[in-house]
């Protein structure tokens, strides 16, 4: 399942990317720092090391103690530890992951200031194989959370040995820079000291070379297998097929497995590649297609092997040969691969992923001549290396008859977006809106019930129209001052026509006070009763006769969402018989495609029943790229990256039949009769309010002095204050009682400035509030790269 994983993996970090997460190092941990830490490092003629840390501590607040984890397995070798002790405090000691993890300090017991602690233990290392030195490759400095004023080490090697190379690296993990620390050599001794104080996450390394023999009587670690001698022959066919022979020479000689399986795998690429007629012609080894793997015998002895199988990548991929992975537990002494291809080869190159201890060493030859390449190492190949070969041919020269199941894929998908398109004509909705201009909001709504009615859905802007409504209606008044601060004078209590969240919510305005100030408003002590009051707006509409959208076309358009599925599974399906994929790959990949599917159809649902009035606003816009943008970034990650299917032209079909379904279930949901009636009114309304003539006006003026501050709460919801208070330029307007502060206007201004004042209040009362509802839903080294340091930390 490593490639499952690796898949999980993926798709988390497209979700870091699509919510612009930035990940960092972790930040410094100022309730401690490192005055001062001495590491005193003896090796001896075995290679073991025996190190002492002495650590001296500040405390700033209250701590338990400290913890250390050391790095005992690496990508360049593994170590076992031995004699730990601890001076200055108890501790605990677990072993995980290739590290020893030490808490050290009391439960029980906290610490404020000065500390001094004393570890102790001794790392013992294997021969490291390297021919051309003998190696201390330790990282000296644990990446500590918080800063270390001061460090110094001091080496000692065998005497006698004579010290060749040094490498000091320092940073964060992977720099090969060396900006904090210097060393010097005195006789047998190496000593590093800090050059200036060393920010948290920063570590120091050393890679030093020793003569050849300096640790003469070094454990050299046994390997259950070695391989003396490998032949592999890889042919290219213009059908873009490997035909692979390899010969191998393999010497058995321990029956203990202690450091692995017996496993040599075949093939290199983590299940992109379909491998198929794999034969042996030794009957001793265990053959397993499944795993392109072969198991070699346990028992001690010589063996000769030929195995042979096709390997069929990807059409679009490039050419990556890989000829030996990093999980061999044996050597492999001599490796000879002959390449041949059947298209002409431009370029071809050695990827010789080693351990990192050496440096500067030639490790393999390279010759190319006509369609022919020819790769030979120079030195024994170490397990945990892996070498692979890259091709550079050209692409379009190569052809494949498109697999059976690929075909099937392509056709299926494309029927299945036909039943879709079907299943969406007959179900969406047909009818246009027949619009006539009203006069007045519909009967019995008030400005936060029209918005939900108009939008589906309500936020705490909405609710606080409501505000101006009840001025409207004399029940409050609005005041600003001459620095555009407002209060709000409560005038008398809500009548028994308003709902029962507007008392609630007009109570919770008055509760201390019937003057409440713009400075005690932005508290926030309204945020509990707005988020109430929006949950009643939406509950108004809960009831059969009073739902907004229509149910059969919400179950249609689930339908429409599981039928997506059947693309990506058939795609699936057709992976595996292309491809190495597992049962347990396929489900794995079915399940997290069908989550991210599921997220992209709840945007676009979202969307769409959020703008059922057909007005497509920059956030819808805006929502729907987010929405593609998840599902392209996904599809990347899964197909390309993963390279699942052979052929491209069937990721890019089945990625779009999947995407138009999507699309479709997202936007089948249509407006119930209630739903449609009443938009229908809205939008009259609306229209009104946008297009109504000067004498229209001055009529309705007449019959209700108010009529304009009666409809300013339906014009803020709707998004239109400022085009109704233009169309009251040159019309007399009588002065509300109810809105005061505003002096030395004509009636126009007037209007202006209160429904520009309008957004003030409402950003101030629903500013604390952010729920709605809308809708639902190797070389020289480098730092960290040996064994030791590892981190610290407090507790």
Not at 312 to 322: F, N, S, T, V
Not at 392 to 402: A, G, I, Q, V, W
Request: some cysteine; hydrophobic content about 35%; glycine content about 6%.
């Amino acid at each position: 399942m490593k490639k499952l994983k690796g898949v999980i993996i993926s798709v988390l970090i497209s979700i870091f990317i699509i919510n612009i997460v930035e990940v960092r190092p972790k930040a410094e941990d100022e309730g401690y720092y490192i005055k001062n830490m001495q590491v005193d490092v003896e090796v001896n003629d075995k290679r073991q090391f025996f190190i002492t840390e002495t650590i001296d501590v500040y405390f700033n607040e209250d701590r338990h103690g400290i913890k250390r984890d050391i790095t005992t397995s690496s990508g360049t070798e593994e170590c076992s530890i031995s004699d730990i002790s601890v001076i200055g405090a108890p501790y605990e000691s677990t072993k995980e992951s290739g590290n020893v993890s030490l808490k050290i300090g009391d439960e029980d017991e906290t610490i404020d200031g000065d500390k001094r602690y004393i570890i102790k233990y001794t790392l013992n290392y294997y021969d490291d194989e390297e021919v051309d030195g003998d190696y201390i490759y330790l990282n000296l400095l644990p990446t500590w959370d918080t800063r270390v004023e001061s460090f110094r080490s001091n080496i000692t090697y065998p005497k006698g040995g004579k010290l060749e190379n040094i490498t000091l690296t320092d940073g964060e993990y992977g720099s090969k820079e060396n900006k904090l620390s210097k060393y010097t050599v005195k006789d047998n001794e190496i000593i590093i000291e800090s050059t200036k104080e060393i920010k948290e996450n920063n570590g120091i390394t050393i890679n030093a070379r020793l003569e050849e023999g300096t640790f003469k009587n070094v454990k050299e670690r046994k390997y259950p297998f070695n391989i003396n001698n490998e032949i592999v022959n890889i042919k290219i066919t213009k059908e873009k097929e490997y035909l692979v022979e390899r010969e191998f020479e393999i010497k058995v000689t321990s029956q203990n497995y202690d450091f692995g399986s017996n496993e040599i795998k075949l093939w290199d690429d983590n299940k992109y590649n379909k491998i198929s007629e794999l034969s042996c012609d030794n009957s001793q080894f265990k053959v397993s297609e499944k795993y392109s793997s072969i198991y070699v015998p346990k028992e001690v002895g010589v063996y000769k092997v030929k195995v042979s199988y096709k390997v069929r990548p990807r059409l679009a991929d490039d050419i990556y040969l890989g000829l030996k992975s990093d999980n061999y537990e044996g050597k492999v002494d001599n490796l000879i691969v002959n390449v041949e291809s059947e298209v002409p080869i431009e370029n071809a190159l050695v990827n010789f992923l080693d351990r990192g201890i050496g440096s500067n060493k030639d490790r393999y030859t390279l010759a190319r001549e006509n369609n022919k390449v020819t790769f030979n190492n120079t030195n024994t190949i170490h397990p945990r290396e892996k070498v692979f070969i890259s091709i550079d041919c050209d692409n379009s020269l190569f052809t494949r008859e498109m697999d059976k199941s690929e075909i099937k894929t392509i056709i299926l998908s494309f029927i299945v977006v036909i039943i879709s398109g079907i299943l969406f004509l007959v179900f969406k909705e047909k009818r246009r809106y027949e619009l006539e201009l009203e006069f007045y909001p519909p009967d019995g709504m008030n400005s936060a019930e029209l918005a939900y009615a108009y939008k589906n859905s309500c936020t705490p802007k909405d609710i606080t129209s409501l505000i101006y409504l009840w001025a409207s209606e004399g029940h409050l008044e609005i005041n600003f001052d001459e620095n555009n601060e407002f209060k709000l004078i409560k005038i008398s209590e809500l009548d028994s026509e308003h709902k029962k969240y507007e008392h609630t919510l007009f109570k919770g305005l008055f509760k201390k006070s019937n003057e409440v100030t713009e400075a005690k408003l932005r508290n926030g002590e309204l945020e509990n009763k707005i988020s109430s009051a929006i949950n009643s707006v939406q509950s108004v509409f809960k009831g059969k006769r009073k739902k907004l959208t229509d149910a059969k076309s919400r179950k249609i358009s689930v339908l429409l969402l599981f039928i997506s599925f059947i693309p990506m599974v058939l795609f699936y399906i057709s992976a595996k018989y292309t491809s190495n994929l597992t049962n347990g790959d396929v489900i794995g990949l079915s399940l997290i495609s069908a989550g991210i599917i599921s997220i992209v159809y709840i945007i676009i649902y979202a969307l769409n029943v959020n703008n059922l009035n057909r007005i497509v606003t920059n956030k819808a816009k805006l929502g729907f790229f987010i929405a593609l943008f998840i599902y392209l970034l996904s599809a990347f990650i899964i197909v390309l990256i993963f390279k699942i299917g052979s052929y491209a032209i069937t990721d890019i079909v089945v990625a779009i039949c999947i995407f138009s379904i999507i699309i479709m279930a997202g936007l089948l949901p249509k407006r119930s009769e209630y739903g449609r009636k009443i938009l229908e009114k809205i939008l009259g309304f609306r229209k009104f309010l946008e297009t109504a003539e000067k004498e229209r006006l001055e009529a309705l003026l007449e019959e209700n002095p108010n009529y304009f501050y009666n409809i300013l709460p339906y014009a803020q919801v709707l998004n239109i204050t400022d085009k109704w208070a233009d169309k009251f330029e040159g019309i007399e307007v009588d002065k509300s009682p109810y809105y005061t502060g505003y002096t030395d206007l004509n009636s126009y201004s007037m209007l202006r400035i209160i429904s520009t004042n309008m957004n003030s209040v409402s950003d101030t009362v629903g500013s604390h509030n952010t729920s709605s509802s809308d809708g639902g839903f190797s070389g020289g080294g480098f730092s960290g790269g040996g064994t030791g340091g590892g981190s610290g930390s407090s507790w």
